[in-house]
């Protein structure tokens, strides 16, 4: 938990009041109209089983529901990511605003913004969810948000268009929902998960399509229904596994383990390692055959598998070989360099290629700005063009000034 100015303070308004200031602190909250609805609502509310110190935390989650292995199948979302993204949609008076992913709170945050002229609605799939929402905004007198149960994937049709949709369960794609309910004018603000990777994107109509204008990286539980991704997972030892969405991908277990236990290959681009989010990006879209590999505190302890991987690290993989990224320190600059750990017969090539996109990141694109992301909607070109990546209902672009 990140402590806030005021938690030793167990009145929820003084704590309210250090929340809202933190989040302007740490730039999550930029304007004065949603630093007004962090203030307005009772977050304490919408968590009335939790502690609330843990209500009022920055960062922290409140588990709502779990699944059969324990794992959250929904929380209150972070106030932190919570501010960033309602930042990210610009909500203005009068707006119509669709939720995707109820709690209740966000809703009632999204009311604030849109005022008595606007109207929210808010849709869940899972009934037990709605049915609490529902009852926490009513405690907390947001009786004029709809609550709705549904998958998602098909939008709520009955209020469309909306001026803004919000998505808040990591989404794999964009179902055509999404585009077809937006306003002509309007914002889709989506945690898409790409290759492994989570981030918020603000996207704005562009025509039939998407185009971003704005990206964080953001963690979400995962959307259910229809709309589930569907990722392989190979676990090639105790605590290493390797993931990938890419349908082009093989992923041979039995080989991949046994090429981690033959010595390893460490080359080094002279390339500086910074931005890693925007690297990761690069990497992700670029990487020929990608993967995402997976490893426990434990296994990097052990000196197996390097620190990177502990949060996932794009990976590129062969039938036996593997080659990942990792940094370390450089003298001189006193920042980091890239590098490449490969293992494998093939972990020469596999480090040659990777090595030659960590240096043409840090020749052309490094520090050049952010890149643009498009959805483009319908059946994919064939083949698919260089930075795009495949999803059921179009395809992911980036694009780099
Ligand atoms: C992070 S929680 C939502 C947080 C909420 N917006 C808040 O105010 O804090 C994600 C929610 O998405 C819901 N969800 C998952 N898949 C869904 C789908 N296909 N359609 C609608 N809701 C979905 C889950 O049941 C869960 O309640």
Redesign the pocket.
């Known amino acids: 938990m990140t402590a806030i100015e005021g938690s030793t303070v167990r009145d929820p308004a003084a704590l309210r009041a250090a929340m809202v200031r933190a989040l302007r602190d740490q730039d999550a909250i930029l304007s004065e109209s949603v630093a007004a609805a962090f203030a307005a609502v009772p977050r304490h509310r919408?968590a009335p089983d939790a502690p609330l110190e843990l209500a009022y935390d920055l960062h922290s989650?409140v588990p709502?529901?779990k699944d059969e292995h324990g794992l959250d199948?929904?929380?209150?979302?972070a106030a932190h990511l919570?501010a960033v993204m309602l930042e990210q949609a610009d909500i203005e008076p009068g707006m119509k605003v669709l939720?995707?992913?109820?709690?209740?709170?966000?809703?009632a945050?999204i009311q604030e913004l849109v005022g008595s002229d606007g109207a929210v609605t808010?849709?869940?799939?899972?009934r037990d969810?709605v049915d609490r929402?529902r009852l926490c905004l009513d405690d907390a007198g947001y009786g004029q948000v709809k609550t709705v149960l549904?998958?998602?994937?098909a939008g709520v049709p009955d209020g469309a268009p909306y001026d803004r949709i919000?998505v808040?369960?990591a989404a794999w794609d964009i179902p055509p929902s999404w585009i077809s309910e937006l306003a002509e004018k309007g914002r889709l603000v989506v945690p898409l998960t790409v290759r492994g990777t989570t981030r918020s994107i603000a996207f704005d109509r562009d025509g039939d399509g998407l185009v971003s204008r704005s990206y964080r990286m953001a963690r979400?539980?995962?959307?259910?229904?229809?709309?589930?991704a569907k990722e392989r997972k190979a676990l090639l030892r105790d605590g290493v596994a390797l993931q990938t969405d890419d349908a082009r991908v093989h992923l041979n277990a039995e080989a991949l383990n046994h090429a981690l236990d033959t010595p390893r290959l460490e080359s080094w681009s002279g390339a500086a390692y910074d931005l890693p989010d925007e690297l990761e990006l690069y990497l992700t879209f670029r990487l020929p055959s990608p993967a995402r590999l997976h490893a426990s505190k434990a296994v990097v302890e052990s000196g197996l598998v390097e620190a990177a991987a502990v949060l996932g690290v794009p990976a590129l993989v062969s039938e036996d070989s593997i080659a990942y990224r990792t940094r370390r320190k450089n003298g001189e600059t006193g920042g980091f360099e890239s590098g490449v750990v490969a293992h494998g017969p093939h972990a020469e090539v596999l480090a040659d290629q990777y090595l030659d996109l960590l240096r043409r990141w840090a020749q052309d694109h490094r520090r050049r700005g952010a890149a643009t992301i498009r959805y483009v909607p319908g059946p994919a070109p064939s083949p698919l063009p260089q930075d795009t990546v495949l999803k059921r209902h179009g395809i992911v672009a980036v694009s780099w000034h």
Request: glycine share 12%.
């Open positions: 919408f989650t709502v529901k199948t929904s929380v209150m979302s919570q939720e995707i992913g109820s709690n209740g709170y966000n809703a945050l808010t849709v869940d799939i899972d969810v929402a549904a998958d998602g994937e919000i808040t369960a979400f539980v995962p959307m259910q229904g229809e709309g589930a």
